[in-house]
């Protein structure tokens, strides 16, 4: 047996206008599928999504959406209309977004998405786990850029004073209250920069392939982890050691350093990586011998002396 139930996306008009745009509205019909897509993703929510005919009133944009559980497609949509008019992690918090996306929180997100699957297949969802799952979809970062995309579409069309969202049963009866989004608040949902904190290797091992041998500013070649990558030498004292030729390459020559890998957002929320750079190396392998550097030495030495600080002040 299937379910159906309805989201309606209201678009507020200007002057009792009842069209827009046909561009700026598929732009932005394509975000919003985008949008429901991840998080069905995610969840692991499959559902069947029917466009239907529109309604004025403004602009009424009608999707139906089809399921084999009742109670997990309410949720589902519930979930749509509170992350669609949520203001997302932006700027100063970025970094935070970064962090929780990438490294802390993605064993409590996995925690927070099973328990939720649990607990869909039981009679309701409990406030703490829905809430938990809201929190962790708000700082999704391709939710954020698919959201941002969609207020940004709207932001540079006139027309347009605020958009509504609701959920409908299948006689068009509201069974949510209106979640509204004015024009004047379309600006909180802009994401202004795309760059994140470098990610930081501190063990990382490169097989050099092609080193710059002479005074300029070309880019290294070598292999990270089997991939080819072209990395910035911003090891000073390395560089010009292999300059005054103090160090000498040969085929299969490997370094173990500190490396910095930058990264961004692209404009769908997914992380790319924009360069390498090694800080500094902390040793070099030619064969079977190794040479530790002695930048590498005071490296090592900074961070023993800096966790010995933690101990004693984790003592107090």
Known sequence: MSFGEKLE???????????????????CEAEILAIIQEISTVLSLPVNIESEAFREGGLKEIWRFVGKHNGQLMFFLGLITIILTRFPVLDDEKEALEKDHIKVSIEEKKLNVEKLKRELNGAEVSKDTKDAVIHEL???AKITARKSNFYRNLAAYEKVTGVGIVTLNNNYIP???????????FNKFLVRGNEIPPE?????????????????????GGLYKGNPISFSMTDTEFKN???????????????????????????????????????????????GASLETAQGRRYKERKRSDSNQNELWGCW
């Open 175 to 185: 069974i949510t209250d209106e979640l509204f989004v004015a024009r004047s608040d």
């Open 200 to 220: 930081t290797i501190e063990d990382a091992e490169i097989k050099i392939i092609s080193p710059v041998l002479e005074e300029d500013n070309y880019k290294w």
């Open 138 to 140: 708000n700082r999704s």
């Open 241 to 287: 050691a292999v300059l005054r030729k103090e160090i000498s390459f040969q085929r299969g020559n490997v370094i173990e350093c500190v490396l910095s890998i930058y990264r961004k957002f692209d404009e769908i929320g997914n992380i790319i990586i924009t360069g390498h750079s090694v800080v500094t190396v902390i040793k070099i392998t030619n064969g």
């Open 9 to 27: 996306l209201h678009y507020y008009l200007n002057n009792g206008s009842h069209s827009m745009d046909a561009l700026v509205r598929n732009k």
